[in-house]
């Protein structure tokens, strides 16, 4: 198959990989349940399947798009992340969705940060943004855990989602906000204690 | 067999989608000859599409093909299956009337139908064509289809089914 070869990304707790045929089962529970509801869904299964198919080929067309974040012990797939750029998208987005019942365990911060830094470094984006609900109050507090801003001169996809800008690469690099991200993921990953009532991707 | 990913006919190239089919795949979703599978469609979903129409190659092993003639992409043909239990659907279209009436989509299918049905031996194929759509029609049935009479599908209630079966059994 002449596919663009999708690079691997690995952290401390997660193997990020191209969605593979076999993976789709699990993409399809999402995209067929509520969970789904700010990225489009619920969708049926011509709409899912077609979703599926498009999500693999824009790597051929962009040469980058979202992986499949999987459990690094067990292989399960836990959720997507990665980027997102459709004709007429304003900015390139970085993107990412949770399995529901996977939520809660810090893997949306683990891989979103990861493919972050390899589109900042590997291929040299100077930025990206996130579009979001402005009702989905998880995500949104994910792109504020990743030191995104809301930005509100951008243009947005739909006139109805909110624009979270993400750091540069030099903002992130001489702040903080890198380092709190490691060490909240280091929390998530041996916990000292957790917070009780919190929703957390 | 594995499917090749691309044919060459006397005329004309088939091979998978690219970034640069495009503009070009764009407009004729946004035409009045994408009326006869849902259209007409947006950018945003016309980009889908195309994305979707690579990606199926990565899901299912085969997929339908970029027909280029004269170095620039002029439609797409070939099989498609969202199901993955049921005979897949032989698809033609050309995005553009100027590229009409020189036998372009009947040399593309006819490559695309003798390597799947005799080189991989497939054993079947459907065509589910607008029962309006008369070009399309005739050339189904140029290229050896019968008319079957199964029930249109929900998703395309005005479709007539063909069939193409396995040459040579």
Known sequence: MPQKTIPILETKR????????????????????????????????????????????????????????????????????????????????????????????????????????????????????????????????LAERLGATKDKSAPSVDGHDVVYRHPSPEALASSQIGDAIEMEISHYADPMFKPKGYALD | MTIAPTISTARLTLRQPEAGDFPAYAGYCASDRARFVGGPFDAVKAFEKLAAMA????????????????????????????????????????????????????????????HLLQDAQWAGLISRVDAQNTPSRRLAESLGATLTDEAAPSWMPTAVTYRFLKVGV
């Open chain 1, 14 to 141: 997660l193997i990020l990989r191209g969605p593979e045929p076999e993976d789709y089962p699990n993409f399809k529970a999402t995209f067929a349940s509520y969970r789904s509801r700010f990225m489009g869904g619920p969708l049926n299964a011509y709409e899912t399947w077609m979703l599926y198919a498009a999500e693999i080929g824009h790597w051929n067309i962009r040469g980058y798009g979202m992986w499949m974040i999987h459990d690094k012990n067990t292989d399960e797939t836990l959720g997507m992340a990665g980027g997102w750029f459709p004709a007429k998208w304003p900015e390139r987005e970085i993107a990412w969705i949770i399995w529901p019942d996977k939520a809660g365990h810090g893997y949306a911060l683990e891989a979103t940060h990861a493919v972050r830094r390899y589109f900042y470094h590997d291929l040299g984006w100077d930025g990206a943004v996130s579009y979001i609900d402005p009702k989905n109050l998880d995500s949104i507090r």
């Open chain 2, 55 to 114: 990606g199926h190659w990565v899901l299912r092993g085969f997929g339908r093909y970029i027909i280029e003639h004269k170095g620039a992409p002029v439609g797409h043909v070939g099989p498609l299956a969202l199901e993955s239990g049921q005979d897949p659907e032989m698809t033609w279209t050309l995005w553009n009337e100027t590229s009409e009436g020189k036998g372009i989509a009947k040399e593309a299918s006819a490559a695309v139908l003798d």
